[in-house]
């Protein structure tokens, strides 16, 4: 069983930044890809960032080049440094882990709040 925590979320005006992190529990050598996803009231939850165990990086295209992902040395820690956040970036952020495409483990959310 893997556990995930979220930490790093708040109130921040636009064009400031924040620093998202997720630490898991349980194994995780195996996992496809680790990354964070948003979801905003009333909208689909999308794709923010994810790290695949590969070493790819793939970005929603609404922050790439604002918002950067990386791991921890142990690999069983995610970031998410945001950067030049939008009123629009206001979400509740969930960190994900995904096994063989297919069986994905959630956490329980951080919010995000971009002030203009």
């Known amino acids: 069983q893997v556990q995930l925590v979220e930490s790093g979320g708040g109130l921040v005006q636009a064009g400031g930044s924040l620093r998202l992190s997720c630490a898991a529990s349980?194994?995780?050598?195996?996992?496809?890809?680790m990354g964070w996803y948003r979801q905003a009231p009333g909208k689909q939850r999308e794709l923010v960032a994810r790290s695949t165990s590969g070493g790819t990086t793939n970005y929603g295209d609404s922050v790439k080049g604002r918002f950067t992902i990386s791991r921890g040395n142990a690999k069983n820690t995610v970031y998410l440094q945001m950067n030049s956040l939008k009123p629009e970036d206001t979400a509740l952020y969930y960190c994900?882990?995904?096994?063989?495409?297919?069986?994905?483990?959630w956490g329980q959310g951080t919010q995000v709040t971009v002030s203009s």
């Open positions: 994900n882990v995904n096994f063989n495409g297919v069986r994905n483990y």
């Open positions: 349980g194994s995780i050598f195996s996992a496809n890809a």
